[in-house]
């Protein structure tokens, strides 16, 4: 009989305290803001390329400082 187990990564998230949860959602945060910078990129036409990366970057620039504030290097 085969057993399932599951990835580490896979497994439930277990935070030991809030910091490490909001670094977590902060990175996946971070993470979707990227993406979808490079799909309005690759994409949409200029115009809202530039206007709408121009929104997604200062919003990448916000959660970036989150998490440099939570992580504790600023």
Request: avoid cysteine; hydrophobic fraction near 70%; charge should be positive.
């Given at each position: 009989m085969k057993t399932l187990t599951l990835h580490p990564m896979v497994e439930t998230l277990n935070p030991e305290d809030s910091r490490t949860l909001t670094l977590l959602i902060l990175t996946i945060m971070i993470?979707?803001?990227?993406?979808?910078?490079?799909?309005?990129?690759?994409?949409?036409?200029?115009?809202?390329?530039i206007s709408g990366s121009g929104i997604l970057l200062v919003v990448l620039t916000i959660l970036i400082t989150a998490y440099l504030v939570a992580y504790g290097t600023i």
């Open positions: 993470t979707l803001v990227v993406a979808a910078i490079r799909w309005m990129v690759r994409r949409t036409r200029v115009v809202l390329m």
